[in-house]
């Protein structure tokens, strides 16, 4: 392979994925493109390439989404770049997709593996319109490529590490600054699990699974669930005590307060902010006025944060495409701490949940 072109190149993924190309896997020209709305020099960066790899996606899990730009940021340009690695030759196509697909907030959904019968999840998916988008790219990928190109449908959940200027990392900075600490919400013996992975980990599975299927002699499309060794801990022990934790960082900064010493219980949080969600949304639908409130995190993102046990098996990462984290969990808790304690609050772009392309700056 001489050339791959990544798409979402300004991406906190993208960012991770050129550092990889560059350090690992020397050699390879790279193509960078960024998202723009009307696409200009998309096919320009596609033609030539053997890999592409497409970061660009529209995240929206607020209480009411943009359809709109869901539409048109994960289905449309999904459905116009197939068409362009169809006329160019494109050997493989590496696509972002995300665990939510097969997430349910009904039952636990613990070490799942890959899968596409999306009948027992589609009633269920914590974030009905932002889901929905990305499974009509999954399967315009599926359907529409006629074997000729090889497809790797990469299932991501949250991410965090260096470039990060838009996670549910930064959101507990940002509480923080606004509040002066951080509540302790529900007993921790109730705590839930939600699965992260570090974002150099997922940029070094996405191309090496890539070139996995650049390398066999048959065109397929496989979906393949990317996770690391990051701790299956509650999101307090996770980011509070770990990640954000400068206790070990010399140039920690004193912005990042320890939690509250007291508990709030989870239900007597949670039922009322339901209600609230359910509220906006009632008002919105008669009266179609767009409420400031409308911007609020779906009350399953606090579920699922907060709540519920939500992570999933790596075996075929492992087993198929022989893919191990490049970096331990050692020395992604080490450059984590590192940058996050350095990171001003003004860096930050926004809350995680509300619709952005970019989750870096430079």
């Given at each position: 392979?001489?050339?791959?072109?990544?798409?979402?190149?300004?991406?906190?993924?993208?960012?991770?994925?050129?550092?990889?190309?560059?350090?690992?896997?020397?050699?390879?020209?790279?193509?960078?493109?960024?998202?723009?709305?009307?696409?200009?020099?998309?096919?320009?960066?596609?033609?030539?390439?053997?890999?592409?790899?497409?970061?660009?996606?529209?995240?929206?899990?607020?209480?009411?989404?943009?359809?709109?730009?869901?539409?048109?940021?994960?289905?449309?340009?999904?459905?116009?770049?197939?068409?362009?690695?169809?006329?160019?030759?494109?050997?493989?196509?590496?696509?972002?997709?995300?665990?939510?697909?097969?997430?349910?907030?009904?039952?636990?959904?613990?070490?799942?593996r890959e899968s596409e019968d999306f009948g027992q999840f589609l009633n269920d998916f914590p974030f009905p319109s932002y889901?929905?988008?990305?499974?009509?790219?999954?399967?315009?990928?599926?359907?529409?490529?006629?074997?000729?190109?090889?497809?790797?449908?990469?299932?991501?959940?949250?991410?965090?590490?260096?470039?990060?200027?838009?996670?549910?990392?930064?959101?507990?900075?940002?509480?923080?600054?606004?509040?002066?600490?951080?509540?302790?919400?529900?007993?921790?013996?109730?705590?839930?699990?939600?699965?992260?992975?570090?974002?150099?980990?997922?940029?070094?599975?996405?191309?090496?699974?890539?070139?996995?299927?650049?390398?066999?002699?048959?065109?397929?499309?496989?979906?393949?669930?990317?996770?690391?060794?990051t701790p299956l801990h509650d999101f307090y022990s996770l980011i509070l005590d770990g990640i954000l934790d400068s206790k070990e960082v010399d140039t920690g900064h004193e912005e990042i307060k320890k939690t509250s010493t007291w508990t709030i219980?989870?239900?007597?949080?949670?039922?009322?902010?339901?209600?609230?969600?359910?509220?906006?949304?009632?008002?919105?639908?008669?009266?179609?006025?767009?409420?400031?409130?409308?911007?609020?995190?779906?009350?399953?993102?606090?579920?699922?944060?907060?709540?519920?046990?939500?992570?999933?098996?790596?075996?075929?990462?492992?087993?198929?495409?022989?893919?191990?984290?490049?970096?331990?969990?050692?020395?992604?808790?080490?450059?984590?701490?590192?940058?996050?304690?350095?990171?001003?609050?003004?860096?930050?772009?926004?809350?995680?949940?509300?619709?952005?392309?970019?989750?870096?700056?430079?």
């Open positions: 392979m001489k050339k791959i072109t990544i798409l979402g190149a300004n991406t906190l993924l993208g960012h991770h994925l050129v550092t990889v190309v560059d350090n690992v896997f020397s050699g390879i020209d790279k193509t960078l493109w960024n998202y723009n709305d009307k696409r200009d020099g998309l096919k320009e960066a596609i033609e030539g390439s053997g890999m592409v790899i497409n970061l660009h996606e529209l995240q929206d899990l607020s209480l009411t989404p943009n359809m709109e730009e869901l539409n048109k940021n994960n289905v449309e340009f999904v459905s116009e770049l197939i068409s362009y690695c169809k006329t160019s030759n494109v050997s493989v196509l590496v696509h972002l997709s995300t665990t939510y697909l097969q997430c349910s907030t009904k039952w636990p959904n613990v070490y799942g889901c929905k988008s990305k499974l009509m790219a999954e399967e315009f990928l599926r359907n529409d490529l006629d074997n000729k190109i090889s497809i790797v449908i990469s299932r991501v959940g949250p991410i965090y590490g260096e470039g990060d200027r838009r996670s549910l990392v930064c959101d507990t900075l940002l509480v923080n600054k606004y509040f002066g600490f951080f509540p302790r919400i529900g007993n921790h013996k109730d705590m839930g699990v939600l699965q992260f992975t570090y974002a150099g980990n997922v940029a070094f599975s996405l191309l090496s699974c890539g070139q996995k299927l650049m390398n066999s002699e048959k065109n397929s499309c496989e979906t393949v669930l990317i996770c690391d060794d219980p989870f239900w007597l949080i949670f039922f009322p902010y339901l209600f609230i969600c359910w509220l906006v949304q009632l008002i919105t639908n008669i009266s179609n006025l767009h409420l400031s409130l409308n911007y609020l995190p779906s009350p399953n993102l606090i579920y699922l944060l907060l709540r519920h046990w939500t992570f999933y098996s790596g075996y075929k990462l492992r087993v198929f495409f022989d893919v191990k984290p490049f970096y331990d969990w050692e020395t992604c808790l080490k450059r984590s701490r590192l940058y996050y304690t350095n990171l001003k609050t003004e860096e930050i772009e926004g809350p995680s949940w509300l619709s952005s392309t970019i989750k870096m700056t430079n």
